[in-house]
């Protein structure tokens, strides 16, 4: 029996396709803190009662709202920990859903359960990111491709075998291989066995999840190949996650960038490359290394740590580490002012720097002069509190509270005055380079 004549081609699927594939509309995925039968308890004796339930979720997802097109592959980068992988496996409902809607061809994912959502399963297959632990190794290769199939009741043994060698030819093994174990193939072969089974029930929708991250180099462009040619011989449609700019960039049409659980920008490949709009973008594609030993420093280098998903900033999530945090319209402050006002909040913040006298401190971040009006008195107070020369500052570890109460004025007088901490950005962008959408979550672009 010859896989062509099961599996749908690309025309075939072509011709019942009209609007997007997929549609996420708002979806959330939240996770409690702790699990078990005492997850979460807290116990403080100086309270009444002195046992307490921690009720913090983690926003590993936040209302994400996402379109993918029939037969695109759809890339979704950020930094590791900013929930790729956890949307990739809500979209396929191997988490459920917090909130939101899950539309693949109308149809609401989030809605189905039981018998229809096992029906469902079999257009909407994955592709792991650990080639060796995501293969059962006490099977053979012809049964791992074959399970899927079995679970769906596809064909009979005859015709499973008969796919499942097809199968294996077409991701470039031989089909002498059906009876070896995963144990004898190398990486970027396993990879090629996780491949032939998500194909092997015939599915519309891939979420590659980090597919080539764990293999070298050369096996990661033969193996991107792979998928390039099956993505046009069988008219799939690919949402393709990963942290390298460089694998994005080969084999995306268009991009995703995600941070902290928010999608921050989306763009057709080119533009996104070409004309980023946000910083965090532009972090990102400046973290590429550069092929030239005449390059020297640090590139790209962001200010400070992700936050905690359990409390994530208002506004733009991205404002605690932003480069370009939007100075408070309460206060005339010039470019300057600003960018010397900002660095040294976060220098306070972080506690980056050691104890100096107050004359020290306006030299190291105002070059001696502080700004005017409001802002400057706000900042000399700020001063005041922390400097070793003033009635509150000291050299020793039990000046705490002073620090904090600094980084309180701050924080309280700038950061959460600025347009970034009280709205939430989302404009939608003329593009530079071709004539698909672009969003960016900036409240640059306002």
């Given at each position: 029996?010859?896989?062509?004549?099961?599996?749908?081609?690309?025309?075939?699927?072509?011709?019942?396709?009209?609007?997007?594939?997929?549609?996420?509309?708002?979806?959330?995925?939240?996770?409690?803190?702790?699990?078990?039968?005492?997850?979460?308890?807290?116990?403080?004796?100086?309270?009444?009662?002195?046992?307490?339930?921690?009720?913090?979720?983690?926003?590993?997802?936040?209302?994400?709202?996402?379109?993918?097109?029939?037969?695109?592959?759809?890339?979704?980068?950020?930094?590791?920990?900013?929930?790729?992988?956890?949307?990739?496996?809500?979209?396929?409902?191997?988490?459920?859903?917090?909130?939101?809607?899950?539309?693949?061809?109308?149809?609401?994912?989030?809605?189905?359960?039981?018998?229809?959502?096992?029906?469902?399963?079999?257009?909407?297959?994955?592709?792991?990111?650990?080639?060796?632990?995501?293969?059962?190794?006490?099977?053979?290769?012809?049964?791992?491709?074959?399970?899927?199939?079995?679970?769906?009741?596809?064909?009979?043994?005859?015709?499973?075998?008969?796919?499942?060698?097809?199968?294996?030819?077409?991701?470039?093994?031989?089909?002498?291989?059906?009876?070896?174990?995963?144990?004898?193939?190398?990486?970027?072969?396993?990879?090629?066995?996780?491949?032939?089974?998500?194909?092997?029930?015939?599915?519309?929708?891939?979420?590659?999840?980090?597919?080539?991250?764990?293999?070298?180099?050369?096996?990661?462009?033969?193996?991107?190949?792979?998928?390039?040619?099956?993505?046009?011989?069988?008219?799939?449609?690919?949402?393709?996650?990963a942290h390298d700019l460089s694998v994005i960039r080969h084999i995306s049409d268009r991009v995703a960038v995600m941070y902290l659980g928010h999608i921050v920008e989306v763009a057709e490949k080119e533009e996104l490359f070409e004309n980023p709009q946000h910083p965090y973008t532009k972090a990102l594609l400046e973290s590429i290394p550069v092929p030239d030993p005449r390059e020297s420093g640090a590139r790209g280098v962001l200010e400070g740590e992700v936050p905690s998903p359990t409390e994530p900033p208002s506004g733009c999530r991205f404002r605690t580490r932003c480069p370009e945090l939007i100075a408070p319209e309460a206060y005339d402050l010039t470019e300057a002012e600003w960018s010397h006002t900002r660095a040294f909040m976060r220098a306070v913040k972080r506690r980056t720097f050691e104890p100096m006298s107050a004359a020290e401190l306006r030299r190291e971040f105002f070059g001696g002069d502080l700004p005017g009006g409001e802002a400057g008195e706000i900042v000399a107070d700020a001063i005041d509190m922390i400097a070793t020369d003033s009635d509150h500052g000291g050299e020793s570890a039990d000046d705490r509270s002073d620090w904090t109460a600094a980084t309180d004025l701050l924080l309280e007088s700038f950061a959460e005055r600025s347009i970034c901490a009280r709205e939430r950005p989302a404009y939608d962008l003329e593009p530079v380079h071709g004539s698909g959408a672009h969003f960016a979550a900036c409240h640059r672009r306002r």
């Open positions: 029996m010859a896989v062509s004549s099961d599996l749908r081609t690309s025309e075939a699927r072509d011709a019942d396709r009209d609007g997007p594939l997929l549609e996420l509309e708002g979806v959330s995925k939240y996770f409690g803190q702790g699990s078990g039968l005492f997850g979460g308890l807290q116990y403080d004796p100086d309270t009444f009662p002195p046992i307490s339930v921690d009720r913090e979720r983690v926003e590993a997802v936040d209302d994400v709202s996402l379109e993918i097109q029939p037969g695109e592959t759809l890339g979704l980068v950020g930094e590791s920990g900013c929930g790729k992988s956890t949307l990739g496996r809500t979209i396929l409902r191997l988490l459920e859903p917090t909130d939101g809607e899950i539309l693949f061809r109308g149809e609401n994912l989030a809605d189905l359960s039981g018998e229809e959502l096992r029906q469902m399963r079999s257009e909407l297959q994955m592709i792991f990111q650990d080639p060796q632990s995501s293969l059962d190794p006490r099977m053979k290769v012809g049964q791992i491709i074959e399970e899927p199939m079995r679970a769906h009741g596809m064909l009979d043994d005859e015709g499973r075998e008969a796919r499942a060698k097809e199968l294996l030819e077409k991701v470039g093994l031989d089909p002498r291989h059906y009876n070896r174990y995963p144990h004898a193939f190398s990486g970027g072969q396993r990879q090629r066995i996780n491949l032939a089974r998500a194909l092997s029930v015939d599915p519309e929708f891939v979420v590659c999840d980090e597919p080539v991250s764990a293999l070298d180099v050369s096996i990661q462009a033969q193996v991107l190949n792979t998928m390039e040619r099956l993505q046009e011989e069988f008219g799939l449609t690919y949402l393709f996650i």
